[in-house]
């Protein structure tokens, strides 16, 4: 993924973009994770894609 930083500036660019499978986690995996980490207070907001 990628942003233009001038019009035109990916015209001659292409390719396929492969998500990887290791950002694809569980809730159980995120929060075993977040616990190695101080607590903090999640925030969501409404201009937040996924929430």
Do not use: C, I, R, W
């Not at 396929?16 to 977040?34: I, P």
């Amino acid at each position: 993924m990628a942003l233009e930083l001038y019009s035109g500036s990916l015209k001659q660019v292409s390719g396929k973009f492969f998500a990887s499978g290791s950002f694809e986690v569980t809730e159980e995996e995120l929060e075993n994770f977040e616990k190695k980490f101080p607590h903090k207070t999640k925030h969501v907001t409404d201009t937040q894609l996924f929430h």
